[in-house]
């Protein structure tokens, strides 16, 4: 009798946590929007994730605070700019001591998981469950850190392994009384785009559009454009990034790899299970061919090197909308899928040949924009879509609110659940703030923040003391600098403001000096 009065007495405090929902955060990495049908590419059909749009809201507006993978991690767990949280560059060590969004689920009686990606050079904080990636993770025979601290190498490729992994602890290792928090986080479609052996056959002789400015010429753009090294034709590795086989490589004197290079290509494959590594060697072996008997240069290198690109960084792509199928399979499958939130998104954005260049950083729109789209099966609208502009600083505010749970102060970001669940197309912010920090390690992209409304972006490298201007309604890729424009000084002179009411509100003074 007792035991059934205390079911009684304890029954609400149940139907209440389970009516809370279940959040589930997918996040790949460097997964461009437009290599995602549900924008509307041409480059990759994704049809797990598109299913998530025809359920649920595809964000078009949606932007990073600093494009690079470490500090967009921190921003996802704090809410903040990276400035605030200590998370500036993908060197520094994360603070896990502070407040982060996965602690704060904890104290409102969710059970909370993080698997895959973490690359914050310290354990993760505020979870019941992970089991992570190593820095940034291998693609074949992948390691993962335990909560012993054990480091275990898994059979098999990283994303499906990572998914399997997430899966396990949803069914087996989670406590189904409590709802859950589970971040989900992808080393694919990352440098060095490594598929997997079905998709390096899927995607071997497929070939790809052309952006408009993959042959661009990127001189007289300024001190950044000259120094930065994320050149495909230049700086695009022939072996380590497109696994051309070194030995196709040594006669040509402008193609021979060094030997850091030949290093990096052999311990790649050397990780395969040697039952495909010689299949996966004679598909890429072509490449090899194709180099040495046309032996290329300028154009007709990059052209070739464009084609290679694409084919290695989507069929990685596709392996992690792949994996999100299976998620939508299992949720389905088990009844989950009515309460549990799911998000899908990227780190940042990523360039897929525009001016000619691969990886993120910059604060142009290719690399600041990101996918975000959100399923919650009868209260997110299916099928809808918001133009606001959203930041990822917004993602932790979003996800505590939805769950109830009040958002500290502290917090950059303003929650999503008006345009979520009351279908809002407006709110209170009409503009972002951006700030990168990291120079001198990969790529070499100067230090720059700046400020993007609706229709203008003012970007400011202040270490060279460059500013840029540009009008997004007419320029949308962002080619012409309208800086010495007098017809734009009346813009200028607003963004610039604007630009430092941001740098008050969000107290961000320590790097910059004074805005010249």
């Known amino acids: 009798m007792k035991k059934y009065l205390l079911l009684i007495w304890l029954l609400p405090i149940i139907v209440t946590a389970q009516q809370r929902p279940n959040i589930i955060y997918i996040m790949s990495d460097d997964h461009d929007a437009n290599a995602i049908s549900a924008y509307g590419s041409q480059l990759l059909a994704t049809p797990n994730i598109d299913r998530l749009a025809k359920e649920g809201m595809l964000f078009k507006q949606a ?25 500036k560059d993908n060197r520094t060590r994360f603070d896990g001591s502070q407040i982060t969004m996965p602690k704060l689920f904890q104290q409102y009686g969710y059970q909370t998981a993080i698997v895959g990606k973490w690359h914050l050079h310290t354990y993760p904080t505020g979870f019941d469950y992970w089991k992570i990636l190593p ?30 992994e997430a899966i396990d602890w949803l069914d087996k290792k989670r406590d189904d009384t409590k709802p859950f ?76 790899p060094d030997s850091a290079e030949i290093a990096y290509y052999n311990s790649i494959f050397n990780r395969i299970p040697v039952t495909e590594r010689e299949r996966i060697k004679k598909i890429y072996s ?24 694409m084919q290695d960084y989507l069929a990685s792509a596709a392996s992690v909308d792949e994996s999100v199928g299976e998620i939508l399979n299992y949720l389905d499958s088990t009844g989950l899928a009515k309460n549990t939130m799911v998000v899908y ?12 260049w691969f990886d993120k950083r910059w604060m142009y729109d290719v690399s600041m924009r990101t996918p975000l789209i959100i399923r919650w099966l009868g209260k997110i609208k299916a099928g809808s879509s918001n133009e606001t502009m ?25 929650s999503l659940q008006p345009l979520l669940i009351q279908q809002k197309t407006t709110w209170n912010r009409k503009s972002l703030y951006y700030h990168f920090y990291e120079y001198e390690a990969d790529h070499t992209v100067l230090q720059h923040l700046g400020v993007r409304t609706e229709r203008y ?50 107290d961000d003074h320590e790097m910059a000096g004074e805005l010249k």
């Not at 998104?345 to 000619?356: E, H, K, M, P, V």
Request: charged share 20%; glycine share 8%.
């Open 345 to 356: 998104t990227s780190d940042q954005g990523f360039y897929l040949g525009q001016n000619g």
């Open 286 to 309: 072509i490449r090899g061919e194709i180099l040495q008997q046309q032996k290329p240069k300028g154009n007709d290198l990059l052209k070739l090197k464009y084609q290679w690109y």
């Open 181 to 256: 928090l589970l971040l989900l986080h992808h080393k694919a479609p990352h440098r060095y785009f490594f598929p997997s052996p079905k998709n390096i056959e899927a995607f071997r002789d497929k070939i790809f559009p052309e952006p408009a400015t993959l042959y661009a010429d990127t001189t007289g753009k300024g001190t950044a454009w000259k120094l930065q090294t994320m050149s495909i034709l230049h700086d695009m590795k022939l072996s380590s990034d497109l696994k051309v086989d070194p030995v196709y490589l040594i006669d040509i004197p402008w193609l021979k």
């Open 63 to 87: 932007f990073v605070g600093n494009s690079i993978c470490g500090p967009a991690r921190a921003t996802l767990l704090t809410g903040q700019h990276s400035h605030k949280n200590g998370m």
């Open 390 to 414: 959203v930041q990822n600083i917004d993602y932790a505010p979003t996800f505590l609110a939805m769950a109830g749970i009040t958002v500290p102060t502290s917090m950059h970001g303003l």
């Open 135 to 164: 820095g940034q993770g291998l693609y074949y025979q992948p390691r993962l850190i335990s909560m012993t601290g054990d480091t275990n190498t898994y059979a098999g490729y990283a994303t499906e392994v990572i998914t399997k």
């Open 457 to 506: 972006k003012l970007i400011y490298f202040y270490t060279v003391n460059e500013w840029q201007l540009f009008d997004l309604l007419k320029d949308p890729s962002e080619q012409r600098n309208l800086i010495q424009n007098k017809a734009y000084s009346g813009i200028l002179a607003d963004m610039k403001k604007e630009l430092l009411r941001l740098r008050d509100q969000y």
